[in-house]
Nanobody, 124 residues
Framework: QVQLVESGGGLVQAGGSLRLSCAAS????????MAWFRQAPGKEREFVAA????????SYANSVKGRFTISRDNAKNTVYLQMNSLKPEDTAVYYC?????????????????WGQGTQVTVSA
């Protein structure tokens, strides 16, 4: 079992930045591919970014590529999402997820563990 707790969300103006953190407990996060997803009201949960177990490989949704950066510190059992140049359409609840497989996958159904989410609101 892995417990995930997100933090760092909040209200920010368009063009601003936020850094989300996902702290893991229970098992070492280095055993998992880690990812961020987001869900806006009335929409399905969508993939944002993923990072391999080692941290050497990353994957991003086209909508955030060049603006968001996913990273991990396995020694601290923590994953981060640095979000720059935020847009109102980035407003959503952001979720951290862990997958015990080897691949960075984009389907939320394939992830084993989830955090409770943190709200990000970007004002125009």
């Amino acid at each position: 079992q892995v417990q995930l707790v997100e933090s760092g969300g909040g209200l920010v103006q368009a063009g601003g930045s936020l850094r989300l953190s996902c702290a893991a407990s229970g098992r070492t996060v280095s055993n998992y591919v880690m990812a961020w997803f987001r869900q806006a009201p009335g929409k399905e949960r969508e993939f944002v970014a993923a990072i391999s177990r080692s941290g050497l490989s990353t994957s991003y949704a086209n909508s955030v590529k060049g603006r968001f950066t996913i990273s991990r510190d396995n020694a601290k059992n923590t994953v981060y999402l640095q979000m720059n140049s935020l847009k109102p359409e980035d407003t959503a609840v952001y979720y951290c997820a862990a997958d015990g497989g080897q691949l960075m996958r984009e389907s939320p159904r394939l992830y084993d563990y989830w955090g409770q989410g943190t709200q990000v609101t970007v004002s125009a």
